[in-house]
């Protein structure tokens, strides 16, 4: 649903006044202790940013893509470690309730996931199927009105948090690849189901992975989601959309360290001058300040075509890759900028540029990218 432009404004100025004056001021804190405080959480739930995708009915803001992603983009002006906190209630984790889900189990769990009261959490990825994510080794056996899952997810966002899991598992031994995988919604309390210690990471301290372990997870029939064998499509096309957020994440965090590259070049003097003057330094910000006004326009355009109902997999994959490298050099240049500064962990720019460095790797890497781009432009003959 697309809001009227005035209630949208809105929406986006309280969002990028939550970022800019709320959640700025924690980032140190959050990277140091690997945590965000509860008190900043609830305020997100009380902005209704667990629900910005999740349709009205089951007590979500319904909003489009487009301002899905404009949301992002305002949200993108605190450290990433913040988005991640709704990043699979409003995406991974949800989307697949929302797109294949029955009446029942979307009343049962869509509006405790909207209103931030539980987290959901993706469990695709696994020690040995990564970027071949078809190869997927957990298994569900039917036994009478339940399947009993066993097997071990990997690098689960938010699981360590999350009451519901959205878990990928084959059903069938004999399909190897993708026609072999089904859906499943775990709830955390299922007997054998336990979750890893947070990984210590590069960045985004704060946000967390874990591995997920299923021990004979007896997960009852009506718990699965979709047919059988259409998991595998499921979380593609939850992967689609998912791109697509992260897309228009990349694009507010680059203009949040264009915004800070400028202030210190306008601020900091060498030879007697601030160094914007200089038109070496310059061209880093044209070059930052380009990329990211043409990312912005692919991840806006691609958000529209998936409104008007168009198949985006080939946009969202490319506007996930053009947006998560073009980040990664506007933070290499902004480092550049920073000079010495940059380097040091209190000017909190070293810190972005390994937060960025995730954005070409998760929900696809941009190999993976190229791939799914490569393919559909071959089979479009252009
Ligand atoms: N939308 C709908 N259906 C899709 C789809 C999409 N975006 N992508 C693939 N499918 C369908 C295909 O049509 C095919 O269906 P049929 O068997 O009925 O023809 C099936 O899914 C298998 O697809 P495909 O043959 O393309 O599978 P591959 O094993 O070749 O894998 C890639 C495709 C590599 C693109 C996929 O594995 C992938 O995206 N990997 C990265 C996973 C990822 O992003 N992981 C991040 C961690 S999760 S946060």
């Known amino acids: 649903m697309a809001l009227d432009v005035e209630t949208r404004d809105q929406l986006l100025e309280a969002v990028r006044r939550f970022a800019t ?86 009343q049962t769990w869509l509006p405790r996931i909207a209103s931030g009261e539980i987290v959901t959490s993706f469990a695709l990825t696994e020690p040995e199927a990564g970027s071949d994510s078809a190869a997927v080794r957990t298994r569900a056996i039917r036994d009478g009105d339940h399947y009993v899952l066993s097997g071990a997810k990997r690098y689960i966002t938010n699981a360590d948090q999350a009451s519901l899991f959205t878990v990928m598992a084959r059903t069938d031994p004999n399909q190897p690849g993708a026609r072999g995988v089904s859906a499943f919604l775990v709830p955390l309390d299922s007997p054998g189901l336990s979750i890893g210690k947070p990984e210590r990471k590069m960045g985004q301290q704060g946000a967390h992975v874990c591995d997920v372990i299923f021990e004979d997870v007896r997960v009852p029939v009506e718990n699965r989601l979709g047919a059988e064998g259409e998991g595998f499509r499921l979380a593609m096309q939850v992967l689609d959309r998912g791109r697509l957020h992260i897309s228009g994440f990349c694009v507010g965090v680059a203009q949040r360290l264009i915004e800070d590259a400028v202030a210190y070049a306008n601020e900091r003097r060498q030879f007697g001058q601030p160094i914007a003057s200089f038109q070496l330094v310059q061209a880093m910000i044209a070059d930052s300040k380009t990329e990211a006004l043409a990312a912005r326009a692919l991840v806006l355009e691609t958000a529209r075509q998936r409104d008007r109902g168009e198949a985006t997999t080939l946009e969202a994959a490319a506007a996930k890759l053009f947006a998560s490298e073009m980040v990664g050099r506007v933070a290499d240049r902004a480092v550049q900028i920073f000079g010495g500064a940059g380097y040091i962990a209190e000017y909190g720019i070293e810190r972005l540029y390994r937060d960025v460095r995730l954005f070409r790797i998760y929900e696809g890497s941009s190999e993976i990218q190229r791939l799914v781009i490569a393919r559909e432009t071959l089979k479009r003959g252009g």
């Open 21 to 106: 004056e709320r959640l700025r001021p924690l980032e140190a804190q959050v990277a140091e202790d690997d945590a965000i405080p509860e008190a900043v959480v609830q305020e997100m739930r009380d902005l209704g940013l667990f629900g910005l995708s999740i349709p009205e009915a089951y007590g979500g803001l319904e909003l489009s893509m487009e301002d899905e992603c404009r949301v992002v983009m305002e949200l993108g002006r605190a450290s990433p470690a913040f988005r991640s906190v709704i990043g699979t209630n409003v995406g991974i984790g949800s989307q697949g309730l929302v797109m294949a889900g029955t009446e029942a189990q979307k």
